[in-house]
């Protein structure tokens, strides 16, 4: 009888023990849905409104949240891109041009997600680009015209980061390829904004698509009655005394012309410094110019003689 009394008394317990464990969690999935519901009501409020469109907190947490994970994933591809030992065989120029493309990839489709975030119908936004495709052309066509031709140099990559281009005249070195405008050094260290379109609707010289090295040339002319053969002598060893001149064997000298005041002579030689030839040259000049002195071969200024007739008219002799 004992017995039957605590089975009964041990269910009774464990009956209200196991209620109050119901009970207890029923209280707490309570108290987490008022927490989730202030937490709701927190992200749901509202701060201003512009039009048929509210911002509320929520929405600009989400807004947020989505530039850092953009941000961050971009630093990680940057990182694995860009590392000393990367695992694709690409230079410099290209990969700076695969990031590229991949940035601007990935802020249109952070953009897109942040616009349908805040309430913008996308449909309504592609069906107003026809608007601002006519402003595009009507008042925006240099610059829409720049950023197709950024996003040409980007995909087609005939011209990369660290190419030596010579535009109008002028050579630089590309330091950086935007979708509108990119940035190049000229060789007085000045750093010059170049619009895109510049870049691929003109005739443009691109020294690195060369081999790795280049071949250059200097022009001197000498007095008539010079050597011929000693001043090819001292061309050909003023070249082989600078260090920057590759292929020594390859230097050349041609007798080109025979000038209005001088023997016309081109000094051709291959070098890798392409961006600080000028350099290069200025110091074969000055040698040149040295071995001249000492071989007694002179450097002609433009000479003009002028034959007088004689005065058929007797004009000169009255005078």
């Not at 493309?101 to 997600?113: A, D, E, G, R």
């Not at 805040?118 to 069906?127: H, I, Q, R, S, T």
């Not at 052309?137 to 950024?150: D, E, P």
């Amino acid at each position: 009888m004992e017995i039957l009394q605590r089975i009964i008394i041990l269910q009774v317990q464990s009956g209200i023990n196991r209620d109050m464990a119901i009970r207890n969690k029923v209280k707490g999935l309570n108290k987490q849905k008022m927490i989730m519901d202030k937490v709701i009501e927190f992200l749901e409020y509202e701060i201003f409104k512009i039009g048929n469109f509210s911002f509320t907190f929520g929405k600009i947490t989400s807004t947020i949240i989505t530039v850092l994970i953009t941000i961050f994933l971009l630093w990680l591809i940057k990182k694995a891109l860009f590392r000393k030992k990367s695992f694709l065989s690409i230079d410099k120029g290209n990969l700076y041009s695969l990031f590229q493309i991949i940035k601007y990839l990935v802020w249109i489709i952070s953009i897109l997600i942040i616009l349908e975030t805040l309430g913008f119908k996308l449909n309504v936004l592609l069906a107003g680009s026809a608007a601002l495709l006519v402003g595009v052309g009507l008042g925006l066509q240099t610059t829409f015209n720049n950023f197709v031709s950024g996003i040409i140099l980007l995909f087609e990559r005939s011209i990369r980061v660290g190419d030596i281009l010579e535009i109008d005249g002028d050579v630089v070195k590309m330091e950086r390829i935007g979708l509108r405008t990119s940035s190049a050094q000229n060789r007085d260290d000045i750093i010059i904004i170049i619009p895109n379109s510049l870049i691929t609707s003109n005739k443009v010289i691109n020294w690195s698509h060369q081999s790795e090295k280049t071949r250059f040339k200097i022009c001197v002319g000498v007095a008539y009655g010079s050597d011929v053969e000693l001043v090819t002598k001292v061309l050909k060893e003023s070249a082989l005394e600078s260090k920057e001149i590759t292929d020594k064997e390859s230097i050349l000298v041609r007798f080109v012309n025979f000038g209005n005041s001088s023997l016309d002579f081109e000094l051709l030689f291959f070098s890798r410094n392409i961006f600080r030839i000028e350099n290069l040259k200025s110091d074969i000049r000055m040698l040149i110019n040295k071995k001249f002195i000492e071989n007694n071969i002179s450097i002609p200024f433009p000479q003009m003689d002028v034959h007088f007739k004689s005065d058929a008219t007797g004009y000169f002799s009255k005078k």
